[in-house]
């Protein structure tokens, strides 16, 4: 890019005018940079809210990430436990309850995955008023989504887990009926 442009000056003002551009729609007041003469973006409320908003989606797709990662570690600890019993394991026919419980913990997720991405998104963008309410509901989402598989191995992956599940189901749930709530109740 340097040798493209010529100088670090260059990169700098090719920047400052990207921004320049970028953010021009409406803000005419930003205090403009003495050596490049261009205006940097304006920080408001509603920049602040969607950087949050953006960090809420960031660490809920780090945690899915995360489960993907557990659940493909957990099936190649299996394969290498069954394979040193001289038995066969079959990914996708397991019966296994640890398996069993990365699978629901992935599954459940991916289940949940659009539904709360909408909602937060539609209540960041349409109902910005709510927002720190908002980004908090997003954030005790991930926090409970978090503890599903927790709860399987705590109930040593039994494949019936009963009533302790909704330790963590029902409060992602509460938080979705927030969502929509906020939503149905914007002016």
């Known amino acids: 890019m340097k040798r493209l442009l010529g100088s670090e000056e260059a990169i700098e003002v090719f920047f400052f005018k990207l921004a320049d551009v970028t953010f021009a729609a409406g803000q005419a007041q930003r205090p403009r940079n003495e050596a490049t003469n261009f205006r940097a973006p304006k920080m408001t409320a509603t920049t602040e ?35 040193k019993k001289n038995q066969k394991f079959v990914r996708y026919y397991s019966t296994e309850p640890a398996m069993l419980g990365m699978d629901r913990a992935v599954g459940n997720m991916m289940e949940q995955m659009p539904l709360f991405l909408v909602l937060f998104w539609l209540c960041v963008v349409f109902a910005p008023a709510q927002g720190s309410t908002v980004i908090l509901a997003g954030y005790v989402y991930i926090a409970f989504r978090a503890l599903y598989p927790i709860i399987w191995k705590l109930q040593n992956f039994r494949s019936f887990v009963g009533l302790s599940i909704l330790v963590s189901t029902v409060p992602n749930y509460l938080c979705l009926v927030y969502f929509v709530y906020v939503l149905l109740t914007m002016p």
């Open 49 to 83: 809210l969607n950087r949050q908003a953006v960090s809420v989606t960031l660490t809920y797709f780090l945690l899915y990430t995360c489960f993907l990662l557990a659940q493909s570690a957990t099936s190649h600890l299996l394969k290498a436990e069954m394979k």
